[in-house]
């Protein structure tokens, strides 16, 4: 990755401009951290950019980023800027493009983000973003009272940071996160999902929620549930307790999903039906939340004696038949009162006793 990065920056540098590797990437890479995706600082403007790629893909906003693929590696690009004043606690009003790496610095949100490799693959450290990342610190660029208030997501990036990288926060943004808070309530909920997912997904989920709650996050966020969340690490168990469907955006599929792990909350999740209906994920997820062993669940999911209504050896065909009756309703009857008797093998899943069971307890029905 880098080495294909180095090429990329060196293709600016012989159109005389100056390009970087800045931010996540080169943080990642100096703990030692595999890392996918790559942020490029340049003097080159976004048409500039367009001039030496000419299959960039140029932002429809000003302050976006240039995306250009190359290498197999999709590099975001950003110009050097300035930014004034900032809408809805969020984004800059106004950016003005300028030629200094320094300055451009100066607007990030902290200092293990704002170290920088060159086309040679040398550091550059203008901030000490280095020295905070040997002392596992997370800390603003600047005072940490205004980057909050110029951008509230920084607060959920933040504790993002410390709970990924097991980092501590520095003093300054404690305080300013306590003060800022409430600002989290003006953000969109598409934002804040994306800073919670990466939250709730990383190695430290507990102590991930554990600062949110310290610091009465769960209130600004609406997430009325996040003190019981507990012995799980699913990102989907996690939203299904919280249940804030009604305004975080998920997916039809996520909140079905996410409502049956809360209807198998109240089952047993060792019970052969409602493995059979809800099936081994979300029994799974429904289990460890109680504490129950997930390979218990597992072990009983896989001893089922069937896994679905087609396992059943019997065909709707064969059921009409012997019934000598055309489709209809009943056959759900039928076929509900089948899966009980074999899942919980008090008949056996044979086409003689499936269908000798049918006679004996369908044969009269209208």
């Not at 074999?342 to 269908?355: G, H, M, S």
Request: net charge negative.
């Amino acid at each position: 990755m880098l080495e294909n990065a180095l090429k990329l920056l060196k293709k600016f540098t012989s159109h005389d401009y100056k390009a970087y590797i800045v931010g996540g990437f080169v943080r990642d890479y100096l703990l030692g951290i595999d890392s996918q995706d790559i942020d490029i600082a340049t003097n080159a403007t976004p048409m500039e950019i367009k001039g030496i790629f000419e299959d960039a893909f140029l932002p429809t906003e000003d302050y976006g980023s240039v995306i250009v693929n190359k290498y197999g590696i999709r590099f975001e690009i950003t110009t050097f800027r300035k930014e004034f004043n900032y809408a809805d606690h969020r984004k800059p009003v106004e950016i003005q493009y300028i030629d200094d790496l320094y300055q451009d610095l100066l607007r990030r949100d902290f200092t293990i983000n704002t170290i920088c490799i060159d086309e040679n693959g040398e550091i550059i450290d203008f901030l000490g973003g280095r020295d905070d990342l040997e002392r596992k610190l997370i800390r603003t660029v600047g005072e940490a009272d205004e980057r909050l208030e110029q951008d509230a997501l920084r607060i959920l990036r933040a504790i993002r940071f410390a709970t990924v990288l097991d980092f501590q926060l520095d003093g300054e943004i404690v305080d300013a996160i306590r003060k800022h808070r409430g600002l989290l309530k003006e953000l969109s909920y598409q934002r804040k999902k994306e800073e919670l997912d990466k939250i709730f997904v990383s190695g430290d989920v507990k102590r991930g929620i554990d600062m949110l709650l310290q610091f009465h996050l769960d209130k600004s966020l609406e997430l009325e549930n996040l003190s019981k969340v507990e012995n799980t690490d699913s990102l989907i168990g996690i939203w299904s307790v919280l249940n804030v469907e009604d305004c975080y955006p998920f997916s039809n599929n996520e909140k079905e999903m996410m409502e049956d792990i809360r209807t198998v909350m109240t089952l047993n999740n060792l019970d052969p039906m409602a493995l059979y209906k809800y099936g081994l994920y979300v029994n799974s997820v429904a289990g460890e939340m109680k504490g129950l062993d997930k390979k218990k669940i597992t072990e009983s999911y896989n001893s089922l004696v069937i896994h679905a209504r087609g396992d059943l050896d019997v065909s709707s065909e064969e059921i009409m038949k012997s019934l000598n009756k055309e489709p209809g309703e009943y056959l759900s009857d039928i076929y509900e009162a089948i899966e009980k008797e074999v899942l919980y093998r008090r008949l056996p899943n044979t086409k003689e006793q499936i269908l000798d069971y049918i006679q004996k307890n369908y044969a009269s029905i209208s």
